[in-house]
């Protein structure tokens, strides 16, 4: 799939601008702060509704007007068609439109555009704290599934209750009991969907990782819970009893602390290289290189899974990368439409492209050059 277009209306630093692309490569030059990361946010948004810079959707309006909006005509492999789709935010509501027919939800949204981001940023998942490896999972999960972007909402949602309760004096063990069940049955679906993906993409990215490590290197991913991974059942009934008991058997600390210490919130990534936990031992390139085996491992999901091929947003990304990694990186990409942001544009970066278009971002200002 790809964007053929796109016209953005008071979105960040953006007035009202309407921009065409290449199906291929497109590489969005310009200075520092102009818009090119508020571009690829735009294009982002198209495929989870949020942003992925900020969870507020207010701070995608343009300073001192009342709404904004995304609209852009994309073409699917599998219809061959336009396909309209338009964002409009306001303070706190948000409309969709497909092909001109207003969406229920915000999950109506989800699985039409897939994209994957790749910025210096998730160049650190390895090491960073657990959380954003919880966030790049949900991310993907969310694209893929619309069904567990909804129990995720509602999981974020009782939790913050729970906690809400916890913290009430004098505190109601019957009400808490109920949290606990319905906490335990979301968070189940949530804890089963994650190492089901989770062992698909340690699949993908173990190969590529092999490949890239010239054979030296093994890379395995494996989905870490409050539970010892032998007593980790594989059904939902029964990770959900576990899951309870947990909660119940915890209140008393959970009420302590003011905060639930059990549940899929509190989960994580256990990554390897070599046997080794790579979070702890691993070096800058080792880390790299695992970062970029992961993403190329979620294109190649996107593609086995949706028969489409995602969008690749690269933001300013390519120059963190050596020659090497660069190579191994482009190389994977046939078919798949791209975006790259670059504040340095020099021939040898362009001399990587045979088939591309250049844009220049000047003051929320896009030209073709
Ligand atoms: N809601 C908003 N309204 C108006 N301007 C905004 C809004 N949000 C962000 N901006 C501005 O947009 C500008 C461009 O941001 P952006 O992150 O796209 O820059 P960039 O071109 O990617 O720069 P860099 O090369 O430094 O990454 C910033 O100066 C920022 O202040
Ligand atoms: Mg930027």
């Known amino acids: 799939m790809f964007i053929k277009?796109?016209?953005?209306?008071?979105?960040?630093?953006?007035?009202?601008?309407?921009?065409s692309f290449e199906k291929t490569i497109n590489i969005i030059s310009g200075e520092n702060a102009q818009g090119k990361t508020n571009l690829l946010e735009s294009i982002y948004i198209l495929s989870l509704g949020k942003?992925?810079?900020?969870?507020?959707?207010?701070?995608?309006?343009?300073?001192?007007?009342?709404?904004?909006?995304?609209?852009?005509?994309?073409?699917?492999?599998?219809?061959?068609?336009?396909?309209?789709?338009?964002?409009?935010?306001?303070?706190g509501e948000k409309k969709i439109r497909l092909n001109g027919i207003p969406a229920e939800?915000?999950?109506?949204?989800?699985?039409?555009?897939?994209?994957?981001?790749?910025s210096p940023e998730d160049l650190k998942i390895i090491k960073d704290e657990p959380e954003?490896?919880?966030?790049?999972?949900?991310?993907?999960?969310?694209?893929?599934?619309p069904a567990y972007y909804r129990n995720l909402g509602r999981y974020k949602k009782l939790l913050a209750q729970r906690n809400i309760l916890l913290k009430k004096e004098p505190v109601n063990h019957d009400v808490l009991t109920v949290w606990n069940q319905a906490l335990a049955e979301t968070g189940s679906h949530i804890i089963l969907e994650r190492i089901r993906f989770l062992k698909q993409l340690n699949k993908l990215s173990g190969n590529i990782h092999h490949a890239i490590s010239d054979g030296k290197e093994k890379l395995s991913l494996n989905y870490e819970t409050c539970f010892d991974k032998k007593d980790l059942p594989e059904t939902v009934e029964e990770l959900q009893n576990l899951l309870f008991n947990r909660m119940q058997a915890e209140q008393e600390q959970d009420i302590q602390r003011g905060n639930t210490g059990s549940g899929p919130h509190r989960d994580d990534i256990r990554?390897?290289?070599?046997?080794?936990?790579?979070?702890?031992?691993?070096?800058?390139?080792?880390q790299r290189?695992?970062?970029?085996?992961?993403?190329?491992?979620?294109?190649?999901?996107?593609?086995?899974?949706?028969?489409?091929e995602p969008i690749l947003l690269l933001d300013d990304v390519l120059s963190e990368l050596d020659e090497k990694r660069q190579h191994d990186l482009l190389a994977k990409l046939e078919g798949v439409q791209l975006f790259l942001t670059t504040a340095d544009l020099n021939p040898l970066l362009i001399a990587k492209f045979h088939e591309y278009r250049l844009y220049q971002v000047k003051d929320g200002r896009i030209k073709t050059i």
């Open 132 to 145: 954003k490896r919880r966030r790049f999972l949900d991310r993907e999960l969310c694209q893929l599934k």
């Open 105 to 118: 939800k915000t999950s109506d949204l989800l699985d039409h555009v897939y994209t994957v981001i790749f």
């Open 289 to 308: 290189t695992a970062a970029l085996a992961m993403k190329l491992a979620e294109i190649e999901l996107i593609r086995k899974e949706k028969e489409e």
């Open 5 to 19: 277009e796109i016209e953005l209306l008071n979105f960040r630093n953006y007035n009202s601008e309407k921009i």
């Open 51 to 91: 942003s992925f810079r900020s969870n507020r959707d207010a701070e995608m309006i343009r300073f001192g007007s009342h709404f904004c909006s995304v609209k852009a005509i994309a073409i699917y492999e599998k219809e061959g068609k336009d396909q309209k789709i338009e964002l409009v935010y306001k303070p």
């Open 271 to 286: 990554i390897e290289i070599n046997e080794t936990d790579a979070r702890r031992y691993a070096s800058q390139g080792q």
